[in-house]
């Protein structure tokens, strides 16, 4: 065996590790057998290295930097590194609430949360909309009264409710991909496109609001607890760092591209993935 047959071994073992993962082979030991696959595949990779050492031992003439001796390895491993984080990130451990329910009832409860997303929807711009209008964005809190706080408060109620909603949402949909591309294809799809839309309707909402808000007092409002509806302070901060986290920025853009793969007709939802 030479240094390119271990490495072509430890490429065909991380792509069945991505498989087995996405597919959920041999579910609920599919991380298991995946993480075990992906293991082995580093043997072959760090036994590949061992032989490519061997090789430049005995054609030292030939190499002329550590980089040209190593580039396929240096490149390899990080795509090995890279794969195993992209995999966690993407296909949480977390078991889907729909497994082990009738597919008449996922299909009930999917309909539902998509009602549920236009209505948050219309909620929050809305909400947005009449906020701007009445300037609430604009109050000088050196000179503020009692009556534009009371506005503020109102409005941040109403909207943060409506995007901690859309945060269950995103978060009980991020295990679709545990409903079977194949054998349950239709409620694989809806399940994507409900946790997709609220994701992008999250990340919408909050970012319209970051652009309205300069005053740092009026951010420093919005960060305070409110006890009696059950507000933690931070939320606004919180919410604002989402919009930059590398995690939430690569669910988003993969949940792009995989949209692009298995939607090929309009859903209920498809005007607002479109507005947002």
């Known amino acids: 065996m030479n240094f390119w047959t271990s490495v072509i071994i430890s490429i065909v073992l991380l792509i069945v590790t991505i498989v087995i ?32 050492k061997q090789w430049l031992l005995q054609h030292k003439e030939t190499v002329t930097s550590f980089f040209s001796a190593f580039y396929v390895h240096i490149i390899f491993g990080i795509i090995m590194l890279g794969a195993i984080y992209l995999l966690f ?19 009930q409860i999917i309909n ?26 604009e109050i000088d809190f050196k000179n503020v009264t009692d009556k534009e706080k009371d506005e503020l408060k109102n409005f941040w109620i109403l909207y943060i409710e409506g995007l901690l909603e859309l945060d269950l949402l995103k978060e009980k949909y991020k295990t679709f991909y545990q409903l ?56 606004y901060d919180m919410l604002k760092d989402k919009l930059a986290d590398s995690n939430e920025l690569l669910r988003l853009n993969t949940g792009r591209v995989y949209r692009l793969s298995i939607i090929n007709e309009n859903t209920g939802l498809s005007d607002l993935v479109n507005k947002y």
């Open 21 to 52: 993962f996405a597919m959920k082979i041999l579910y609920p030991y599919h991380r298991v057998l995946a993480l075990s696959i992906y293991f082995i595949g580093w043997i072959f990779f760090i036994y590949s290295i061992f032989l490519k």
């Open 89 to 107: 990130i993407l296909f949480p451990a977390e078991k889907s609430s729909f497994i082990g329910l009738d597919d008449k009832i996922v299909s």
């Open 112 to 137: 539902e949360d998509q009602t549920i997303i236009l209505y948050l929807d219309k909620k929050l711009s809305t909400n947005l909309n009449s906020a701007i209008e009445k300037n609430i964005f």
């Open 180 to 235: 079977n591309p194949v054998i349950k294809k239709d409620l694989h799809q809806k399940s994507f496109d409900n946790g997709y839309t609220a994701f992008l309707a999250q990340h919408y909402y909050m970012l319209q609001l970051t652009e309205k808000i300069k005053d740092q007092n009026i951010i420093t409002f919005l960060n305070e607890e409110l006890v009696d509806q059950g507000i933690e302070s931070g939320n």
